[in-house]
């Protein structure tokens, strides 16, 4: 890692919450595919692919100043992470409009 002997430090203090973060979303993920229709949990897989993706991407930064600035307050930080990649916004829209189509049929 780089950086100076105090970044390293708490960069490597701060590594291990990320890592477990990723983890603890991906099971929320895969507990929620359990309960859902076929469509939405491949969407879900999608996203597990996404989210490990973006784990790798994270944990392999050797960069200290990386984790302190950006992983430092983790609230909502991996959503972000998430939120902001194209292909989870297009899975979001896929199923916004599986939604309007299922509930237009059912009003038939």
Do not use: H
Not at 55 to 79: K, S
Not at 100 to 105: A, K, L, P, Y
Request: aromatic share 6%.
């Amino acid at each position: 890692m780089t950086g100076t002997a105090s970044q390293i430090e708490l960069a490597e203090q701060i590594r291990p919450r990320v890592e477990a973060e990723f983890q603890r979303v991906a099971g929320a993920l895969r507990s929620t595919s359990l309960r859902q229709s076929e469509l939405d949990r491949r969407d879900t897989f999608a996203l597990i692919a996404i989210l490990e993706e973006k784990r790798e991407e994270t944990l392999t930064n050797d960069r200290a100043g990386y984790f302190i600035c950006n992983w430092q307050e983790m609230p909502d930080q991996v959503r972000r992470l998430i939120a902001a990649d194209t292909r989870f916004q297009t899975i979001r829209a896929g199923r916004e409009l599986r939604r309007r189509s299922d509930s237009g049929r059912e009003r038939l």
